[in-house]
Protein backbone atom coordinates (compact mmCIF):
# COMPACT_ATOMS: atom_id res chain seq x y z
CA UNK A 1 0.00 0.00 0.00
CA UNK A 2 1.29 3.28 -1.18
CA UNK A 3 0.77 6.82 0.87
CA UNK A 4 -1.84 7.65 -1.94
CA UNK A 5 -3.68 4.94 -1.14
CA UNK A 6 -4.27 5.64 2.58
CA UNK A 7 -7.51 7.43 1.57
CA UNK A 8 -9.03 4.53 0.29
CA UNK A 9 -9.09 3.23 4.10
CA UNK A 10 -11.39 6.05 4.88
CA UNK A 11 -14.55 4.84 2.54
CA UNK A 12 -15.63 2.38 4.70
CA UNK A 13 -14.95 3.44 8.13
CA UNK A 14 -14.22 1.47 11.14
CA UNK A 15 -15.18 3.91 13.26
CA UNK A 16 -17.74 7.34 13.07
CA UNK A 17 -16.93 9.83 15.46
CA UNK A 18 -19.90 10.34 17.83
CA UNK A 19 -18.73 13.66 20.28
CA UNK A 20 -16.13 15.94 20.67
CA UNK A 21 -15.44 17.46 24.14
CA UNK A 22 -13.23 20.32 24.46
CA UNK A 23 -11.12 20.79 27.85
CA UNK A 24 -12.41 23.25 30.17
CA UNK A 25 -8.74 25.11 30.48
CA UNK A 26 -6.37 25.86 28.12
CA UNK A 27 -4.88 21.72 26.98
CA UNK A 28 -3.93 18.76 28.25
CA UNK A 29 -0.09 16.80 28.14
CA UNK A 30 0.87 13.22 27.35
CA UNK A 31 -0.11 11.70 30.41
CA UNK A 32 -3.35 13.33 31.04
CA UNK A 33 -5.89 10.28 30.45
CA UNK A 34 -6.32 7.75 32.88
CA UNK A 35 -9.11 4.48 32.69
CA UNK A 36 -10.89 3.72 35.67
CA UNK A 37 -12.27 0.65 36.51
CA UNK A 38 -14.88 1.13 39.45
CA UNK A 39 -17.02 -1.33 41.55
CA UNK A 40 -19.29 2.05 42.83
CA UNK A 41 -22.84 2.19 41.65
CA UNK A 42 -23.57 5.43 39.46
CA UNK A 43 -26.98 7.33 39.46
CA UNK A 44 -26.82 10.46 37.80
CA UNK A 45 -29.52 10.45 34.90
CA UNK A 46 -28.99 11.28 31.16
CA UNK A 47 -29.56 15.49 30.39
CA UNK A 48 -31.42 16.87 28.08
CA UNK A 49 -28.81 17.91 25.80
CA UNK A 50 -26.47 15.09 25.97
CA UNK A 51 -23.31 14.81 25.33
CA UNK A 52 -23.03 18.25 25.72
CA UNK A 53 -23.80 18.84 29.25
CA UNK A 54 -20.93 19.06 31.49
CA UNK A 55 -21.65 18.93 35.27
CA UNK A 56 -19.85 21.32 38.00
CA UNK A 57 -21.85 19.88 40.78
CA UNK A 58 -23.39 16.94 41.94
CA UNK A 59 -27.27 16.75 41.49
CA UNK A 60 -29.14 15.78 44.54
CA UNK A 61 -28.50 11.72 45.22
CA UNK A 62 -31.01 9.56 45.59
CA UNK A 63 -31.30 7.04 48.82
CA UNK A 64 -29.73 3.91 47.31
CA UNK A 65 -32.13 0.75 47.56
CA UNK A 66 -29.55 -1.17 46.36
CA UNK A 67 -26.28 -0.02 48.02
CA UNK A 68 -23.81 -3.00 47.40
CA UNK A 69 -20.21 -2.82 45.15
CA UNK A 70 -20.96 -4.11 41.96
CA UNK A 71 -19.56 -7.37 41.60
CA UNK A 72 -17.55 -6.87 37.83
CA UNK A 73 -16.16 -3.27 37.81
CA UNK A 74 -16.89 -1.12 35.32
CA UNK A 75 -14.86 1.11 33.12
CA UNK A 76 -14.98 4.94 32.87
CA UNK A 77 -11.91 7.02 32.22
CA UNK A 78 -10.90 10.52 33.56
CA UNK A 79 -8.72 13.63 31.41
CA UNK A 80 -6.48 16.23 33.13
CA UNK A 81 -6.14 19.55 31.29
CA UNK A 82 -3.90 21.95 33.20
CA UNK A 83 -6.07 23.03 35.98
CA UNK A 84 -9.35 20.52 36.39
CA UNK A 85 -10.44 16.87 35.86
CA UNK A 86 -12.84 16.27 33.09
CA UNK A 87 -14.58 12.41 34.41
CA UNK A 88 -16.55 10.45 31.76
CA UNK A 89 -18.95 8.23 33.22
CA UNK A 90 -20.32 5.37 31.62
CA UNK A 91 -24.01 4.77 31.80
CA UNK A 92 -26.71 2.74 30.17
CA UNK A 93 -26.92 4.18 26.99
CA UNK A 94 -25.15 7.72 27.65
CA UNK A 95 -22.36 8.82 29.83
CA UNK A 96 -22.05 11.25 31.64
CA UNK A 97 -18.85 14.61 32.00
CA UNK A 98 -18.26 15.83 35.34
CA UNK A 99 -15.56 18.95 35.67
CA UNK A 100 -13.69 18.09 39.05
CA UNK A 101 -11.95 21.10 40.41
CA UNK A 102 -9.23 20.89 42.82
CA UNK A 103 -8.31 24.05 43.75
CA UNK A 104 -5.58 24.33 40.80
CA UNK A 105 -5.07 27.86 39.67
CA UNK A 106 -5.32 28.39 35.63
CA UNK A 107 -2.44 29.80 34.01
CA UNK A 108 -0.03 29.30 37.26
CA UNK A 109 -0.58 25.35 37.58
CA UNK A 110 -0.34 22.55 35.02
CA UNK A 111 -1.34 18.75 35.38
CA UNK A 112 1.31 17.25 33.65
CA UNK A 113 0.35 13.35 34.58
CA UNK A 114 -2.65 11.61 36.00
CA UNK A 115 -3.34 8.20 37.64
CA UNK A 116 -6.54 7.00 39.12
CA UNK A 117 -7.16 3.51 40.76
CA UNK A 118 -10.30 1.90 43.25
CA UNK A 119 -9.11 -0.40 46.29
CA UNK A 120 -11.03 -2.51 48.59
CA UNK A 121 -9.70 -2.11 52.32
CA UNK A 122 -11.60 -3.68 55.42
CA UNK A 123 -14.49 -3.70 53.01
CA UNK A 124 -14.14 -0.08 52.14
CA UNK A 125 -14.05 1.24 48.48
CA UNK A 126 -11.04 3.77 48.40
CA UNK A 127 -11.09 6.14 45.17
CA UNK A 128 -7.35 7.42 44.97
CA UNK A 129 -6.33 10.01 42.07
CA UNK A 130 -2.73 11.11 41.51
CA UNK A 131 -1.75 14.05 40.09
CA UNK A 132 1.81 15.43 39.04
CA UNK A 133 2.02 18.86 39.03
CA UNK A 134 3.67 21.91 37.74
CA UNK A 135 3.55 25.65 39.35
CA UNK A 136 4.55 28.70 38.87
CA UNK A 137 6.89 29.80 42.10
CA UNK A 138 6.17 33.53 41.57
CA UNK A 139 3.77 36.28 39.25
CA UNK A 140 6.23 36.95 37.26
CA UNK A 141 8.95 33.95 37.45
CA UNK A 142 8.96 31.39 34.89
CA UNK A 143 10.69 29.19 37.72
CA UNK A 144 8.62 25.86 38.20
CA UNK A 145 7.94 24.00 41.28
CA UNK A 146 6.84 20.24 41.46
CA UNK A 147 4.91 18.14 43.19
CA UNK A 148 2.76 14.86 43.71
CA UNK A 149 -0.73 15.30 44.77
CA UNK A 150 -2.67 12.52 46.17
CA UNK A 151 -6.23 12.89 46.49
CA UNK A 152 -8.27 10.18 48.47
CA UNK A 153 -5.94 8.95 50.94
CA UNK A 154 -7.79 9.08 54.05
CA UNK A 155 -9.15 5.77 54.94
CA UNK A 156 -11.46 6.79 57.64
CA UNK A 157 -13.59 8.50 55.61
CA UNK A 158 -17.07 6.88 54.92
CA UNK A 159 -17.46 5.63 51.42
CA UNK A 160 -19.06 6.92 48.86
CA UNK A 161 -22.26 4.57 47.46
CA UNK A 162 -22.08 6.10 44.17
CA UNK A 163 -19.24 6.87 42.15
CA UNK A 164 -20.01 10.51 40.58
CA UNK A 165 -19.76 11.21 44.74
CA UNK A 166 -16.55 10.26 45.41
CA UNK A 167 -15.25 11.43 42.39
CA UNK A 168 -16.24 15.10 43.52
CA UNK A 169 -15.20 14.23 47.32
CA UNK A 170 -11.51 13.41 46.62
CA UNK A 171 -10.76 16.97 47.26
CA UNK A 172 -11.71 16.31 51.08
CA UNK A 173 -8.85 14.65 51.39
CA UNK A 174 -4.92 15.39 49.65
CA UNK A 175 -1.41 15.05 50.10
CA UNK A 176 1.12 16.89 48.20
CA UNK A 177 4.75 15.49 48.04
CA UNK A 178 7.40 17.76 46.56
CA UNK A 179 9.14 16.71 44.16
CA UNK A 180 12.94 18.07 43.36
CA UNK A 181 12.78 17.36 39.83
CA UNK A 182 10.37 17.70 36.95
CA UNK A 183 7.57 14.53 36.92
CA UNK A 184 6.77 12.18 34.02
CA UNK A 185 4.54 9.45 34.20
CA UNK A 186 2.73 8.24 37.08
CA UNK A 187 1.45 4.51 37.06
CA UNK A 188 0.41 2.02 40.35
CA UNK A 189 1.20 -1.19 40.82
CA UNK A 190 -0.12 -3.98 43.47
CA UNK A 191 2.87 -4.50 45.84
CA UNK A 192 2.86 -6.49 48.88
CA UNK A 193 3.68 -4.22 51.77
CA UNK A 194 3.38 -4.58 55.73
CA UNK A 195 2.15 -7.95 55.09
CA UNK A 196 -1.29 -7.58 52.62
CA UNK A 197 -1.27 -6.56 48.59
CA UNK A 198 -1.77 -2.33 48.32
CA UNK A 199 -1.07 -0.44 45.57
CA UNK A 200 1.70 1.58 45.05
CA UNK A 201 2.15 4.54 42.56
CA UNK A 202 5.02 4.66 40.45
CA UNK A 203 6.56 8.05 39.52
CA UNK A 204 9.49 8.38 36.47
CA UNK A 205 11.17 11.74 37.10
CA UNK A 206 14.03 13.71 35.40
CA UNK A 207 16.27 12.81 37.83
CA UNK A 208 17.06 9.78 36.81
CA UNK A 209 14.87 7.87 39.52
CA UNK A 210 11.95 5.86 39.71
CA UNK A 211 9.81 6.90 42.84
CA UNK A 212 7.81 4.56 44.73
CA UNK A 213 5.03 5.49 47.07
CA UNK A 214 3.10 3.38 49.21
CA UNK A 215 0.64 4.54 51.96
CA UNK A 216 2.03 3.61 55.50
CA UNK A 217 -1.61 2.07 57.76
CA UNK A 218 -0.31 4.11 60.87
CA UNK A 219 -0.28 7.92 59.07
CA UNK A 220 -2.64 6.93 56.38
CA UNK A 221 -0.07 8.94 54.68
CA UNK A 222 2.02 8.03 51.38
CA UNK A 223 5.80 7.54 51.85
CA UNK A 224 8.62 6.91 49.43
CA UNK A 225 10.34 3.53 49.54
CA UNK A 226 13.48 2.22 47.12
CA UNK A 227 11.74 0.82 44.14
CA UNK A 228 14.69 -1.45 44.13
CA UNK A 229 13.51 -3.35 47.09
CA UNK A 230 10.26 -4.66 44.95
CA UNK A 231 11.62 -4.46 41.48
CA UNK A 232 15.33 -4.85 41.15
CA UNK A 233 14.99 -3.25 37.56
CA UNK A 234 13.90 -0.45 38.67
CA UNK A 235 16.97 -0.14 41.05
CA UNK A 236 19.44 -0.70 37.95
CA UNK A 237 17.68 1.88 35.93
CA UNK A 238 17.77 5.04 39.30
CA UNK A 239 21.19 3.56 40.01
CA UNK A 240 22.27 4.87 36.58
CA UNK A 241 19.95 7.95 36.32
CA UNK A 242 18.59 7.05 33.65
CA UNK A 243 15.39 9.34 32.45
CA UNK A 244 12.55 6.87 32.25
CA UNK A 245 9.87 8.47 29.88
CA UNK A 246 7.25 5.93 29.71
CA UNK A 247 6.73 2.67 32.14
CA UNK A 248 4.32 -0.37 31.33
CA UNK A 249 3.70 -3.13 33.49
CA UNK A 250 2.02 -6.10 32.55
CA UNK A 251 0.37 -8.79 34.70
CA UNK A 252 -0.30 -12.01 33.22
CA UNK A 253 -3.15 -14.58 34.20
CA UNK A 254 -0.44 -16.80 35.48
CA UNK A 255 0.39 -14.49 38.10
CA UNK A 256 3.55 -13.32 36.09
CA UNK A 257 4.34 -10.04 35.50
CA UNK A 258 6.35 -8.12 32.93
CA UNK A 259 7.43 -4.86 33.44
CA UNK A 260 9.53 -2.61 30.27
CA UNK A 261 10.92 0.97 30.43
CA UNK A 262 11.47 3.31 27.39
CA UNK A 263 14.50 6.30 28.56
CA UNK A 264 15.04 9.92 27.24
CA UNK A 265 18.20 8.60 25.83
CA UNK A 266 16.53 5.75 23.60
CA UNK A 267 17.27 3.04 26.14
CA UNK A 268 14.70 0.16 26.63
CA UNK A 269 14.39 -2.37 29.45
CA UNK A 270 12.69 -5.31 30.12
CA UNK A 271 12.22 -7.42 33.22
CA UNK A 272 10.24 -10.74 33.74
CA UNK A 273 9.32 -11.49 37.38
CA UNK A 274 7.40 -14.52 39.03
CA UNK A 275 4.75 -15.21 41.09
CA UNK A 276 6.71 -14.11 43.92
CA UNK A 277 8.31 -11.30 42.70
CA UNK A 278 11.72 -12.45 41.85
CA UNK A 279 13.10 -11.29 38.90
CA UNK A 280 13.74 -14.16 36.71
CA UNK A 281 15.39 -12.49 33.25
CA UNK A 282 15.64 -8.92 32.07
CA UNK A 283 16.56 -7.33 28.87
CA UNK A 284 18.24 -4.09 27.48
CA UNK A 285 19.16 -2.54 24.10
CA UNK A 286 19.45 1.66 23.15
CA UNK A 287 18.15 2.72 19.85
CA UNK A 288 18.58 6.08 18.48
CA UNK A 289 15.46 7.91 19.08
CA UNK A 290 14.05 8.67 22.63
CA UNK A 291 11.10 6.88 23.75
CA UNK A 292 7.81 8.25 23.80
CA UNK A 293 5.36 4.88 24.74
CA UNK A 294 6.03 1.20 25.70
CA UNK A 295 2.93 -1.03 25.46
CA UNK A 296 3.02 -4.97 26.75
CA UNK A 297 -0.04 -6.72 24.63
CA UNK A 298 -1.08 -10.78 24.37
CA UNK A 299 -2.40 -10.27 20.86
CA UNK A 300 -5.10 -12.70 21.02
CA UNK A 301 -8.38 -10.70 22.11
CA UNK A 302 -8.90 -13.26 25.24
CA UNK A 303 -8.25 -13.27 28.74
CA UNK A 304 -7.99 -16.63 28.95
CA UNK A 305 -4.39 -18.07 28.67
CA UNK A 306 -3.03 -20.84 26.46
CA UNK A 307 0.36 -22.69 26.22
CA UNK A 308 0.78 -20.93 23.12
CA UNK A 309 0.28 -17.39 23.75
CA UNK A 310 3.10 -15.16 22.93
CA UNK A 311 3.56 -11.31 24.72
CA UNK A 312 5.07 -8.28 22.34
CA UNK A 313 6.18 -5.11 23.05
CA UNK A 314 5.39 -1.90 21.10
CA UNK A 315 7.99 1.12 20.89
CA UNK A 316 7.40 4.44 19.80
CA UNK A 317 9.97 6.86 18.98
CA UNK A 318 10.20 10.79 18.60
CA UNK A 319 12.69 9.96 15.24
CA UNK A 320 11.93 6.53 13.83
CA UNK A 321 9.31 4.38 13.11
CA UNK A 322 6.79 2.61 15.70
CA UNK A 323 8.41 -1.40 16.47
CA UNK A 324 6.98 -4.35 17.23
CA UNK A 325 9.67 -6.49 19.23
CA UNK A 326 7.79 -10.19 18.88
CA UNK A 327 7.86 -13.23 21.56
CA UNK A 328 9.84 -11.07 23.97
CA UNK A 329 9.49 -14.07 27.09
CA UNK A 330 11.52 -16.54 24.43
CA UNK A 331 13.33 -13.50 21.80
CA UNK A 332 13.57 -10.32 24.47
CA UNK A 333 14.18 -7.77 22.54
CA UNK A 334 15.93 -9.60 19.96
CA UNK A 335 13.02 -9.93 17.12
CA UNK A 336 11.21 -6.49 15.78
CA UNK A 337 8.99 -5.72 13.11
CA UNK A 338 8.39 -1.95 12.16
CA UNK A 339 5.33 -0.64 11.58
CA UNK A 340 5.24 0.62 8.05
CA UNK A 341 4.10 4.71 7.35
CA UNK A 342 4.12 5.42 11.09
CA UNK A 343 7.49 7.72 10.96
CA UNK A 344 5.75 9.44 8.04
CA UNK A 345 3.41 11.92 10.50
CA UNK A 346 6.19 13.44 12.84
CA UNK A 347 6.77 11.64 16.10
CA UNK A 348 4.55 8.65 17.12
CA UNK A 349 3.49 9.75 21.03
CA UNK A 350 1.12 6.72 22.04
CA UNK A 351 0.31 3.43 20.98
CA UNK A 352 -2.60 0.93 21.81
CA UNK A 353 -4.23 -2.43 21.11
CA UNK A 354 -8.01 -3.07 20.55
CA UNK A 355 -10.02 -5.96 18.42
CA UNK A 356 -11.19 -3.84 16.06
CA UNK A 357 -12.94 -5.94 13.78
CA UNK A 358 -13.70 -8.69 16.18
CA UNK A 359 -11.83 -11.51 14.54
CA UNK A 360 -10.20 -12.49 17.83
CA UNK A 361 -6.99 -10.72 17.43
CA UNK A 362 -5.90 -7.40 18.23
CA UNK A 363 -4.74 -4.26 16.10
CA UNK A 364 -2.31 -1.96 16.71
CA UNK A 365 -3.03 1.75 16.81
CA UNK A 366 -0.71 4.78 17.02
CA UNK A 367 -1.16 8.36 17.78
CA UNK A 368 1.25 11.12 15.92
CA UNK A 369 1.86 14.07 16.84
CA UNK A 370 1.53 14.79 12.92
CA UNK A 371 -2.29 14.65 14.41
CA UNK A 372 -2.99 11.09 12.81
CA UNK A 373 -4.15 7.92 13.81
CA UNK A 374 -3.05 4.82 12.28
CA UNK A 375 -4.49 1.13 12.81
CA UNK A 376 -2.03 -1.84 11.90
CA UNK A 377 -3.81 -5.40 11.51
CA UNK A 378 -0.99 -8.19 10.64
CA UNK A 379 -1.31 -10.07 7.82
CA UNK A 380 -2.68 -13.91 8.18
CA UNK A 381 0.64 -16.47 8.82
CA UNK A 382 3.14 -13.63 8.13
CA UNK A 383 4.59 -11.04 10.73
CA UNK A 384 3.68 -8.41 8.49
CA UNK A 385 1.29 -5.36 9.22
CA UNK A 386 0.04 -3.35 6.84
CA UNK A 387 -2.69 0.07 7.44
CA UNK A 388 -6.24 -1.15 7.83
CA UNK A 389 -7.60 2.42 8.90
CA UNK A 390 -6.17 6.53 9.15
CA UNK A 391 -7.40 9.09 10.31
CA UNK A 392 -6.40 12.72 10.68
CA UNK A 393 -7.16 15.21 13.75
CA UNK A 394 -7.11 18.80 14.28
CA UNK A 395 -4.54 18.92 16.99
CA UNK A 396 -1.23 16.62 18.34
CA UNK A 397 -2.31 12.76 19.69
CA UNK A 398 -1.23 12.25 23.13
CA UNK A 399 -3.52 9.07 23.64
CA UNK A 400 -5.36 6.63 23.09
CA UNK A 401 -8.17 3.72 24.88
CA UNK A 402 -10.67 1.87 24.09
CA UNK A 403 -14.22 1.48 26.45
CA UNK A 404 -17.78 0.48 26.24
CA UNK A 405 -18.96 3.98 27.55
CA UNK A 406 -22.34 3.60 26.66
CA UNK A 407 -22.67 -0.04 27.69
CA UNK A 408 -23.76 -1.55 25.15
CA UNK A 409 -21.74 -3.87 24.41
CA UNK A 410 -19.45 -2.56 21.72
CA UNK A 411 -16.52 -0.41 22.59
CA UNK A 412 -15.61 3.11 22.03
CA UNK A 413 -12.75 4.26 20.94
CA UNK A 414 -11.32 7.62 22.82
CA UNK A 415 -8.55 9.39 21.14
CA UNK A 416 -7.19 12.52 23.54
CA UNK A 417 -5.35 15.29 21.43
CA UNK A 418 -4.35 18.55 22.59
CA UNK A 419 -7.62 19.97 23.46
CA UNK A 420 -10.13 17.82 23.35
CA UNK A 421 -10.92 14.48 23.84
CA UNK A 422 -12.68 12.49 20.79
CA UNK A 423 -15.06 9.54 20.88
CA UNK A 424 -15.92 6.91 18.24
CA UNK A 425 -18.25 4.59 17.88
CA UNK A 426 -17.84 1.19 16.18
CA UNK A 427 -19.38 1.07 12.78
CA UNK A 428 -22.95 -0.23 13.70
CA UNK A 429 -23.03 -2.00 10.27
CA UNK A 430 -20.08 -4.14 10.15
CA UNK A 431 -21.21 -5.18 13.94
CA UNK A 432 -23.84 -6.35 13.26
CA UNK A 433 -22.19 -8.24 9.91
CA UNK A 434 -19.70 -9.75 12.82
CA UNK A 435 -22.48 -10.65 14.79
CA UNK A 436 -24.44 -12.44 12.28
CA UNK A 437 -21.25 -14.21 11.03
CA UNK A 438 -20.76 -15.40 14.76
CA UNK A 439 -24.64 -16.37 15.12
CA UNK A 440 -24.36 -18.74 11.84
CA UNK A 441 -20.62 -20.26 12.84
CA UNK A 442 -22.54 -21.23 16.12
CA UNK A 443 -25.10 -22.47 14.29
CA UNK A 444 -23.99 -24.40 12.20
CA UNK A 445 -21.62 -25.93 15.06
CA UNK A 446 -24.46 -27.11 16.71
CA UNK A 447 -25.92 -28.46 13.62
CA UNK A 448 -22.70 -30.45 13.00
CA UNK A 449 -22.59 -31.61 16.73
CA UNK A 450 -26.53 -32.33 16.37
CA UNK A 451 -25.90 -34.38 13.14
CA UNK A 452 -22.39 -36.32 14.30
CA UNK A 453 -24.65 -37.29 17.47
CA UNK A 454 -27.13 -38.55 15.24
CA UNK A 455 -24.80 -40.74 13.37
CA UNK A 456 -23.37 -42.02 16.49
CA UNK A 457 -26.66 -43.26 17.60
CA UNK A 458 -27.31 -45.45 14.35
CA UNK A 459 -23.81 -46.91 14.76
CA UNK A 460 -24.68 -48.33 18.16
CA UNK A 461 -27.90 -49.34 17.12
CA UNK A 462 -26.16 -50.77 13.78
CA UNK A 463 -23.74 -52.67 16.19
CA UNK A 464 -26.85 -53.76 18.52
CA UNK A 465 -28.35 -55.38 15.83
CA UNK A 466 -25.43 -57.30 14.28
CA UNK A 467 -24.39 -58.85 17.85
CA UNK A 468 -28.06 -59.74 18.30
CA UNK A 469 -28.17 -61.44 14.70
CA UNK A 470 -24.73 -63.16 15.36
CA UNK A 471 -26.13 -65.11 18.28
Not at 62 to 84: D, G, Q
Request: hydrophobic share 40%; net charge negative.
Amino acid sequence: MTFGDLTLTDDDPLFRETHYARYGFERTNIFGLVTLDSRLLTYMDKPDDFPSTRFDKLPTAPVPEYNKPLSRPVRHFIAASSSELTAFISRDGYWNCLCITLGLEAGKSEVIAIDAVEETCDDKIKLLVALAVAEKMGEDSEDLSYSLRIYGNNTNSDTKPFLEQALFAIGDSSQIIPLVAAPMQISHVQINYEGRLQTAFLLTSMDGIIHLYVQSSETNQFIELPSSIFFPLMGNISNHRTNILFMHIFDQPNGNRVICAGGQDGEIFLGFYDKLGNETKSHAIRIFSPITSVLIFQPRASNAARPDDELHVIVTCAIEQAMVYRSIETDGLSTSRTLPLSGNFDSVLCSHVMDVDWDGEKEILIGTYGRQVLIYKQVAGTQVYTVLWRRQFAYPIYRITHLDLNRDGLDELIVSTMYGVHIFQPNMKKARERLLEVLQYVEASKRQKYELLIEWQRQKELEKSIVFESQ
